[in-house]
């Protein structure tokens, strides 16, 4: 177990580091800081010299490989920290300075036990991207295949692994101060940011994210995803075919080949809403690095570290969201937030809609080109504090999704609205999915599973509740030492400040996940 000075010490030089980029600023003048942590940020910066303008991409880069897939997040979250910021954290997502080759040569090798031409016929020094956790070089297969070969950082995981620690630890800390900061539950936040991380470090798992996605999208023309090699696949290296196209953030290019740039905006929207809401199963980094344009207008994904996933339920809830909010129906809006428990029972629905209506309606009466699915997120974020509605990661995840699909379809059409393509969508699957004929199967699906797991509900009570003479019952765990909260001991004033340096990093994750304000 890592000893809290060695978290206090990691946390000091993150925050200096920060400081000295002028990246703590957003943090400082966040009215939603706790008045503690804004303090500890004018200390952290105390004796610093820092830019005039903020350089957070420099700043994360400096921090390390766990602060880099922060500050990758935050680039995706130009309406929380301005599109300044986030124009400067893009450098963050494929343009950092690559390995050594002769490292990367090692790594291939050591994984496979032989040498790299018994694998590959050529295999180009140059990386054609270098990311916080990998890097990506072309190669030709020796069966001629041309592919592109991503193998991770040497030493990353190690490196992930003690900086997530640190991550948790302050997690809980935060956590226990109450408020607001227990509203947001960081450490749940941070368990799921580990579990996307975790994903990452492993590229079979990537690999086999990649073939579930394009299982699930074989049906939907006009979309692909690369085959992947298998043989030349494992933990530390990933193989794929290559991919020959213009990346989707060079219009001017495009042009140039002649593709109806609003027919690939709508494509692709209508492929993200596939892949969310009927497939319950989505690329979760669509950024402009991460998407390709093929000579024949087929659009074409890389890069499965962070996928996200819905269940069927919470899939209706957000379809009934999106068509309720389009449709000026907030009452019903307002119903599903109940019923997904998503706000506590205790408020009331109808103050609940009349909250949402304050938000939906000034959008509703906007000229189409100026309505954003961003800007309609991001309000309805900004009423969960007065409804006291918990972080919902699963919703965040494909919120920044979404707001990053409309950013780049934005971009290749300045005129599409993101409603007028989504709605017809959207009512199709709920007519199929919450009309009568689904409500039936639905019913009967659910009856005959629930008498399918009758005798397993049995055995489990067996199990609970055993006759005299069993096992007994499992003594209850015993609750972690935290240096502040209901459980702590008291200690010397350096303990005491822990707190404050806890709450400064997690607030900066907060951020970083789009999760503070």
């Known amino acids: 177990m890592t000893h809290p000075a060695t978290h206090l010490r990691r946390l000091l030089g993150w925050g200096r580091t920060l400081a000295r980029h002028g990246a703590l600023r957003g943090i400082e003048s966040d009215p939603n800081t706790p008045a503690p942590v804004r303090t500890l940020c004018k200390v952290a910066r105390f004796g610093t010299r820092q830019p005039k303008t903020p350089d957070y991409a420099g700043a994360f880069r400096a921090v390390g490989p766990a602060a880099i897939k922060l500050g990758q997040t935050l680039a995706t979250r130009p309406d929380l920290v301005g599109e300044e910021a986030a124009h400067n954290l893009l450098a963050l997502q494929d343009n950092l300075p690559p390995v050594d080759f002769a490292l990367i040569r090692a790594e291939i090798e050591r994984t496979f036990e032989k040498p790299l031409e018994a694998l590959y016929a050529s295999f180009d020094p140059v990386p054609i991207g270098a990311a916080s956790i990998a890097q990506v070089h072309r190669a030709k297969t020796i069966e001629g295949r041309d592919v592109a070969v991503k193998v991770l950082r040497p030493g990353v995981r190690e490196k992930l692994a003690r900086d997530i620690d640190t991550y948790e630890w302050a997690a809980a800390h935060l956590e226990a101060l109450g408020g607001e900061a227990s509203r947001l539950r960081p450490r749940l936040v941070i368990a799921n940011f580990k579990r996307w991380t975790v994903r990452e470090l492993d590229l079979r798992r990537e690999a086999a994210s990649a073939s579930e996605l394009a299982d699930k999208m074989r049906a939907h023309a006009g979309y692909r995803v690369p085959a992947i090699d298998w043989d030349r696949t494992n933990g530390r290296v990933l193989t794929l075919d290559w991919i020959d196209g213009i990346k989707i953030s060079e219009t001017a290019a495009l042009d140039a080949a002649g593709h109806d740039r609003k027919d690939l ?30 000579a024949d207008g087929t659009i074409t994904a890389i890069d499965f570290g962070i996928m996200g996933r ?3 339920r919470a899939r209706q809830w957000l379809a009934e969201i999106l068509y309720g909010l389009t449709t000026g129906n907030y009452r019903r809006v307002a119903e599903i937030h109940f019923e997904a428990q998503y706000v506590p029972s205790y408020h009331s629905v109808d103050e609940f809609a009349t909250a949402l209506r304050a938000v939906g309606e000034p959008m509703r009466g906007r000229p189409v080109s100026e309505l954003s699915v961003g800007q309609m997120l991001d309000g309805l974020f900004a009423i969960t504090r007065d409804f006291d509605m918990q972080t919902q990661p699963h919703l965040l995840l494909l919120q920044k999704t979404m707001v990053m699909v409309e950013g ?4 290749l059409d300045p005129q599409i609205n993101m409603w007028d393509v989504s709605a017809p969508f959207v009512r199709s699957w709920i007519r199929d999915e919450l009309g009568p004929e689904a409500a039936i199967a639905d019913r009967v699906r659910e009856d005959i599973d629930t008498l399918l797991r009758l005798p397993g509900l049995i055995r489990r009570i067996e199990d609970k509740y055993p006759p005299k003479g069993g096992a007994p019952e499992a003594p209850p765990l015993p609750e972690i030492d935290l240096i502040v909260g209901p459980n702590r001991r008291r200690r010397n004033w350096p303990a005491q400040i822990l707190p404050f340096l806890a709450g400064g990093a997690l607030v900066a994750a907060a951020h970083a996940l789009g999760l503070w304000g």
């Open 265 to 294: 905006a709508k494509r692709l929207v209508i492929a993200f809403l596939t892949q969310a809401i009927s497939g319950g199963y989505f690329h979760a980094d669509m950024h402009q690095g991460n998407l390709f344009v093929e």
């Open 310 to 312: 819905i269940d069927r």
């Open 408 to 411: 780049i379809a934005t971009q």
